[in-house]
Each structure stands twice: as C-alpha cells, then as structure tokens.
C-alpha cells in the first residue's frame, strides 16, 4: 500500500535488493527504507518470508513478526531455486547499490548471488552478508540462531536476579542489534563510495554482535576474572535504582548522584537522617551497603501511591516513571504525542497499526511510506521498473 509522495529523504534514490528472511537482515534492510532507499524483498511466491507464519496473522500473509521488521518494503515472488526466478535476481542485483543476504556462508555463491560474482558486474555494489558465527573460525558454517548466541555470548548470564539461572532477552536482542550494526556498516560502505568509486564486502556476525551487547558487563567481567554479580532491575553501582513498590504499584527511579539522594531523603521520603549517615554519604558506600539502604527505601516507598510518589519524585528532580505494560505503553499520550504509532486500513484484516520508524530529522519524524507489503504485491511493478532501468542503460 503506497501511502502517497514522501519528502526527500536522505537516502531516496537508493536501490537496496533484501534476499535475507527472518529478523536480522530485514531489519538492516528496514532502517535503510525507513531512511529513504528503494527497499525490494525477494520472497518465496508460496512460502514468503519464514516470519509469515510466526505471530498473530493480519489477514492471509502477513502476521505481527514480519509486520515488525518489513514496513517501507516492496516484496517480490521468486523462487530463487528456479533459473528464471534467479535471473531476475541477478537482474535486480545488477541495478542495486546495496545487497543484504544472510544464506548460509557459500549459499549465495552456489546461486550466483555471492559478491564476487554480482561485483564484477556491479563494482559500486555494496553487498551485506549476515552469519551466525565469524567466517574466519571453524564455526563459519554453524547456522546462527539469536537464542543460542544469547546463550554462548554470556547475555543470559548477565540478565536477571541473583541466584537466578540463565535468562534470555524478551526480543530477539542480538538479531536486532546484528540488524543495526549492519545498517551503519552500509551506510559507511555506501559514503567511502564517493571517494573510491567502489562497494565493499560487509560481513556480520550474529556472535560478535551478541558480544557486543554484554558492554560494561563484559569489561567488568575481564577485570574480575569472573562473572559479575547479577542485579535485575537494580544497578551495580548506583542506590537507590531501579523498580520499586509504591503503595498501589510499581515505579521506577534512579537516584544518580548524592546531591539527588540528599533531596529523595528530605523531600520525598522525609528521612533526612539517611543523607546524613556516613554509609550512605556516597554512591560507592550506597552500593557497599545496599542490604540495609534499600530494606528501609522499600518500606518507606509504600506509604505513598504511585501517583503521589512520582509527583514528589519529580518535584525533587529524581529521574522516574510508571511501570507500563506493553500494550498501555503504546496506546499511551506519550506515544501518540511522540508519532511513533502509525495507524492504518489493511484492505484484507481492517484496521492495524505499526511502529513508526525512530528517527527524526529537521523537527519532523520520518514516515511509514509503505506498510508491510503482502507477499509478493509489488512483483509486476517492480519488474516493470527493472526492464525500464535495463532499457534506459542500454539506450545510452
């Protein structure tokens, strides 16, 4: 559904072929149509993309999961097992400037849609591969899941309580964030092209992004030479932080700094006499003595409801918020107010909607141009724009 002319974007003009499925690479490829570029989704004519069948369905094809990562695409049907759905591929690759596949390593070789082959036709051609472990270990061909990087980068180690066993991220975090590394590593290809005049080879890794992610933990664990302890909500080094209980339901706050903590005592719990202890004078003694600060912030939490907790927090320039479930966190004022929930009409399942995309430039956030397209919706108009492509090159 084209939901009419965008504005000039920074990357319109842009031609980006997506072979990838699943979360990784549409993700990648969907940061770039959010920017602007001319995003086609080569599908399966029968089965789609793997993520039409995972989630709630929206109408015949489509379902919440591929929603999520496919708005502002165009998708195509071919069936790249066939000679003639290739070569269109191959067509389509030939006018592209970007390419994001994520077959199994030599997959997209076997094709003759690895990047040797496609750059000798096409050396501006920036071209994206997604594995699931580095191609310069023994573990090249192991085919990458996020829940099993989850678990061999340590990210289900750091997350949780104490005393709790391994616990994975709610979304699938290192897919999602192999996506972004991705997009920034095109978008850099895609700028040293004005100088040299030619592509690169972008190769990602699902365990190296996952690594990624354990940030601060991982740098605290090789200095500890072991594990750190696990928090949950809370912090490592700053007390009083995290979700606590107000009489009626759950806030969070961060109390930063000492200047904050000496206003929570005063003036939203009126316990002075904290600020002035010397275990507690400090971030660093907060934290050294956590099992008693945080017994009595707890008890004294619970003699104000939320609404009148968070009106003293904030009166007292404490950082804080409500715990929101999912589903009121989008249909909130802040959302709406924000324009980060695009609503639509689905001409087979009637009124949806899909996350907006992030990004704001010059005061005005980015549109959905194009909701999640139906399995192979755009394929005789993108054909037709491809022969007209070829015919242009060809005429001079």
């Known amino acids: 559904m084209n939901l009419g002319t965008p504005a000039p974007l920074p990357l319109a003009g842009l031609r980006v072929l997506d072979l990838s499925r699943v979360l990784a690479g549409p993700m990648c490829a969907m940061a770039l149509a959010d920017l602007g570029a001319d995003v ?38 071919l069936d790249l097992q066939d000679e003639a759905g290739l070569a269109v591929a191959r067509r389509l690759a030939a006018q592209a400037d970007v390419v994001i596949e994520n077959f199994k390593p030599g997959g997209a070789d076997r094709l003759g849609l690895g990047y040797a082959e496609l750059s000798a036709s096409n050396p501006r051609l920036v071209y994206c591969s ?12 192991r085919p990458g899941y996020d829940l099993v990087v989850q678990g061999e980068a340590g990210i289900m180690a750091m997350n949780g309580e104490e005393g709790q066993g391994p616990l ?39 365990y190296d992004c996952g690594l990624m992610i354990t940030s601060y933990y991982g740098m605290e664990a090789l200095l500890r030479d072991g594990d750190p302890p696990k928090f949950g909500n809370a912090h490592p080094a700053i007390v009083p932080y995290g979700v606590f209980d107000a009489s009626d339901g759950p806030v969070v706050m961060t109390v930063g700094n000492n200047g904050q903590f000496e206003r929570f005592c005063r003036d939203v719990v009126g316990r002075p006499e904290w600020a002035a202890d010397e275990r507690f004078a400090t971030n660093t003694a907060r934290s050294a003595h956590r099992a008693v ?58 009124a949806q909607a899909v996350l907006s995309p992030p990004y704001v430039m010059d005061g005005e956030r980015l549109r959905v141009r194009r909701t999640p397209p139906r399995l192979g919706e755009h394929t005789d108009e993108i054909l037709r724009e491809l022969q007209a492509l070829e015919d242009a090159a060809a005429a001079g």
């Open 130 to 141: 997604i594995s699931g472990y580095s191609r310069a270990t023994a573990e090249a061909q």
């Open 168 to 206: 994975k991220f709610g979304v699938a975090a290192v897919d999602m964030f192999t996506g972004m590394y991705a997009g920034q590593a095109i978008l850099a290809a895609l700028y040293e092209r004005h100088t040299t005049g030619r592509g690169r080879h972008v190769q990602m890794a699902l």
């Open 293 to 350: 600060l945080l017994p009595m912030v707890r008890e004294a939490l619970l003699a104000f409801s939320r609404r009148e907790l968070l009106a003293r927090l904030e009166q007292a320039h404490i950082p804080c918020g409500e715990v929101l479930g999912m589903h009121a966190a989008l249909n909130s004022p802040r959302t709406e107010a924000a324009g980060l929930l695009h609503r639509y009409e689905d001409t087979e399942a009637g």
């Open 40 to 77: 086609v989704k080569v599908e399966h004519p029968e089965r789609g993309d793997d993520t039409r069948d995972w989630g709630v369905r929206i109408g015949a094809r489509n379902t919440s999961y591929f929603n999520s990562a496919n708005r502002n695409k165009r998708s195509i049907a």
